[in-house]
């Protein structure tokens, strides 16, 4: 009985360990030291749908190989989900998070954005830049909404590539109402908990 126990404890072991080399750990390596930045979610779904039919047919082949006995699968919507709630994952701050100095800033911003001065501007569009994600969707007219955490930062910062200037630019410290942008080839769009909807 106790051969028995730790044979079956041995194969378990190595289950787990294959689905997590196999199944999660690519993921985490690409999400935070290859991109460094949460994936839109309909790249994500296509992402952790094809690699999860991948990660499937290594796993099992990986295990056969390891254990000499096929296996009948490793629960590949389970994976899959989790797979891709990490590329999704945004490591936004939140307001606890943030410096006192650089959250008074915010606060100013979100209040009324002409009362900064150019210097406290460049400031917060460098801050916001590197806690923001670059939106990497289609071109055209999104519906842009904010339903970010309560206490959470949000935000929308749209640069004119062209004429070097800033089309658009807000933060807000709540949940606030959509918007409508249209998303044109000489912008780039750095955003913090946005959902986008055409």
Do not use: H
Not at 21 to 41: D, G, S
Not at 84 to 91: A, M, P, T, V
Not at 103 to 124: C, F, G, Q, R, W
Not at 142 to 170: A, M, Q, T, W
């Amino acid at each position: 009985m106790n051969e028995e126990f730790f044979n079956n404890l041995l194969t378990n072991s190595i289950s787990l360990i294959i689905v997590l080399l196999v199944y999660t750990a690519p993921v985490l390596i690409y999400r935070f030291a290859i991109n460094k930045k949460p994936l839109p979610k309909k790249k994500a779904v296509i992402i952790a749908l094809i690699y999860g039919v991948i990660g499937t047919a290594l796993a099992a082949l990986l295990y056969y190989f390891l254990n000499g006995s096929p296996v009948a699968g490793f629960g590949l919507l389970f994976w899959g989900y989790i797979n891709y709630s990490i590329l999704i994952q945004n490591d936004k701050k939140t307001r606890k998070d943030i410096p006192s100095d650089m959250l008074a800033l915010y606060e100013k911003l979100s209040t009324d954005s002409m009362s900064l001065d150019n210097d406290e501007m460049k400031t917060v569009i460098s801050d916001f830049k590197e806690k923001a994600s670059v939106f990497d969707g289609e071109y055209g007219k999104y519906n842009v909404s904010f339903p970010g955490k309560r206490n959470g930062l949000n935000g929308l910062l749209i640069v004119d590539e062209e004429k070097k200037k800033i089309f658009y630019f807000s933060v807000f410290m709540e949940t606030k109402p959509s918007i409508y942008i249209d998303y044109k080839e000489n912008m780039t769009m750095y955003y913090l908990d946005c959902e986008f909807n055409k």
